[in-house]
C-alpha cells in the first residue's frame, strides 16, 4: 500500500491537489532546480500523476500541485503542476490554490512569499483578511492576428487569434461567433478543441517551438462587475473553471500590446461559470513583457490521503 497525504481546495471553482510529498508517499526527485526535478517527474513517474489526478481518485478538472523544498533558500516552497495527461508548465488557480493550502497548514503568514515553478518565480501575496494575490512569471504577447481554418460541425471555419504566454502557451480568440454560456460547454470544449488540432496540424506554436495547449475564446460578461467572460480549453480537454490565472495574464499582455490597459488599471475576468479573477499589470524590464498579477477566491474542500493499493488493478488511474 502507498499513501499519499494530500489537500483539496477549489480557486474559483476550478479544484487544485496538493500532494504533500515532505509527509512521505511520493519518491525523492533529487536535488535539482525545479524544472530538473520536473523532468525525473514526467521520465520516472508519470503513473504517479495519473494515480493522482485521474479517475478514480480523481477527474479530468483536477490540476495536481506537488509541493517540493526550494532550491532557492529565499523560497517558501517549489511546486510542480500537473492534470489528466501531463506536467503543466505553471498554473494560476492553482498558485492561489497552494497559498490557501500553506496558509491552512500555518506554513504562511500574511506578506509575499516566493514560490518557484518551473518556468519561473511567482510571489504569493497574502493579506491579513485571508485575500490572495499571486504575481506570475513576465507574460507577453508573441504573434497577432494569426488565421487558422479548422472543421467544424461539418463545415470550415476560419478564426484569427493571438499567441501569447502566461506561463503556458494561449491561443485568444475574440472572433469566434459562440456563445459562452454553461448549456453550451460541451460545445465550445469540441469548437476549441477542433482549434487546437488545427493548430498542431499548420505547425502554429509558441516562441522556441512551444506548444499551444491552451484555447481561450472571449466575450462580453454576464456580471456586471467584469469587463470580460472566458472560456478556456485545457490540455487534457477539461475546461477551466475558474477565468485561469495563466491564461488572464495571456489576455492582459494583449490587451496591454494593443494599448487597452495601462499599468496598475483593473481587468475583471468572468469564468465560464461566473466566477472571477482581478488582475494587474506592471511592466517588465524587458520591453514588451509585462509582470501580471491576478486575484482570487480559494477554499479548502478535504484533508485527506491516496491509498494505493498493490492489488488494485486501477492503482494508477485510468489513463486515457
Ligand atoms: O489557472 O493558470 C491556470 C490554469 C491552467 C490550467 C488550469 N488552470
Known amino acids: 500500500m502507498l499513501r499519499i497525504p ?6 474559483e471553482g476550478e479544484p487544485t491537489r496538493v500532494v504533500l510529498a515532505s509527509r512521505g508517499g511520493f519518491p525523492d526527485l533529487g536535488a ?13 513517474f508519470d503513473h504517479l500523476r495519473s494515480a493522482i489526478v485521474n479517475e478514480p481518485r480523481g477527474h479530468d478538472a ?17 511546486v510542480i503542476f500537473f492534470n489528466n495527461v501531463g506536467l503543466l508548465n505553471a ?16 506554513q504562511i503568514t500574511p506578506g509575499s512569499h516566493l514560490v518557484e515553478t518551473p518556468v519561473g518565480e511567482v510571489t504569493i501575496q497574502l493579506s491579513p483578511s485571508g485575500d490572495i494575490s499571486i504575481e506570475n512569471v513576465p507574460s507577453y504577447r508573441h504573434a497577432h492576428a494569426v488565421p487558422v481554418e479548422f472543421a467544424f460541425e461539418g463545415a470550415r471555419h476560419r478564426v484569427t487569434g493571438d499567441i501569447a504566454w502566461g506561463g503556458n502557451w494561449f491561443f485568444l480568440v475574440n472572433n469566434h461567433g459562440q456563445e459562452l454560456a454553461i448549456p453550451n460547454i460541451d460545445r465550445l470544449t469540441a ?12 505547425g502554429i506554436t509558441g516562441k522556441d517551438n512551444g506548444e499551444i495547449d491552451h484555447i481561450e475564446l472571449f466575450g462580453p460578461p454576464s456580471r456586471a462587475d467584469c469587463d470580460s467572460k472566458n472560456f478556456v480549453l485545457c490540455p487534457g480537454k477539461a475546461y477551466d473553471r475558474s477565468p485561469c490565472g ?23 475576468q468572468e469564468s465560464i461559470i461566473g466566477s472571477r479573477f482581478t488582475g494587474r499589470l506592471r511592466l517588465d ?17 478535504a484533508e485527506s490521503t491516496l491509498v494505493l493499493d498493490d492489488s488494485d488493478p486501477f492503482k494508477h488511474g485510468i489513463r486515457p
Open 6 to 11: 494530500i489537500i483539496d481546495s477549489h480557486t
Open 32 to 44: 535539482g532546480t525545479v524544472a530538473e526535478r520536473a523532468r525525473v517527474f514526467r521520465e520516472r
Open 62 to 78: 483536477i490540476v495536481g500541485a506537488l509541493l517540493l523544498p526550494p532550491a532557492n533558500p529565499r523560497a517558501v516552497a517549489a
Open 91 to 106: 498554473c494560476g488557480h492553482g498558485t492561489i490554490g497552494l497559498a490557501a493550502t500553506l496558509a491552512h497548514l500555518n
Open 191 to 202: 469548437y476549441t478543441w477542433s482549434i487546437r488540432r488545427a493548430l498542431t496540424h499548420a
Open 246 to 268: 495563466t491564461g488572464t495574464s495571456a489576455k492582459m499582455a494583449c490587451l496591454h500590446a494593443d494599448g487597452k490597459l495601462a499599468p496598475g488599471q483593473e481587468w475583471r
Open 285 to 301: 524590464s524587458m520591453p514588451g513583457r509585462i509582470i501580471p498579477t491576478i486575484s482570487g477566491r480559494a477554499f479548502i474542500t
